[in-house]
């Protein structure tokens, strides 16, 4: 599943979107869920606002999911710190892994990250956990779609922009 959430003060659309294999090019299914009201940014500390989201979403969703998606990071810089996918990582137990994929480096982010699409000369950043980084890198690299990010990474993205209304 990837999972996407955009916000509009003072609310936000938590969007995900099923798929059985990786090459897949449309959604198995879609979901949104509004949320409202919804924390207020902190700098260094943005999982607190999106992780809320992420799990009321999951919570509606009936299907078993074997891996999750997010936009954004596991890990942070070369130190690894705890980003948004680590600590939903966490919050599930430890059971589903997480892949994050980032379309902006982060300070100090590790060049190993960097995952080519297409004839993109721009990278991906990809982060991991409970799943081996090379593996989520491939699997990112098989994902459906021509260019730097992938067919359903967008659809997501769409989902989340459509029920807010935005561009």
């Known amino acids: 599943m990837a999972i996407d959430v955009h916000y509009c003060d003072p609310q936000a659309v938590a969007a995900g979107v099923l798929f059985g294999s990786w090459s897949q090019a449309v ?10 009201p919804v924390a207020p940014y902190v700098p260094g500390q943005f999982y607190q606002r999106e992780l809320p989201c992420i799990l009321a979403l ?5 299907a078993a999911i074997g891996c999750i998606i997010v936009d954004g990071y596991v890990t942070l810089g070369t130190e690894a710190k705890p980003g948004l996918g680590w600590h ?3 919050h599930l137990g430890q059971r589903i892994p997480v892949i994050g994929v980032a379309k902006s480096a982060f300070q100090e982010t590790d060049p190993a990250t960097a995952v080519y699409r297409g004839a993109s000369q721009r ?34 993205d769409r989902l989340c922009r459509q029920a807010l209304d935005l561009p």
């Open 27 to 36: 959604p198995s299914a879609t979901y949104t869920l509004p949320i409202a």
């Open 58 to 62: 999951l919570e509606t969703i009936p």
């Open 88 to 90: 939903l990582w966490q």
């Open 123 to 156: 990278p991906l950043y990809v982060t991991a956990v409970g799943v081996e980084l090379a593996l989520a890198q491939g699997w990112v690299q098989q994902m459906h779609g021509n260019y730097r990010l992938p067919t359903l990474l967008k659809a997501v």
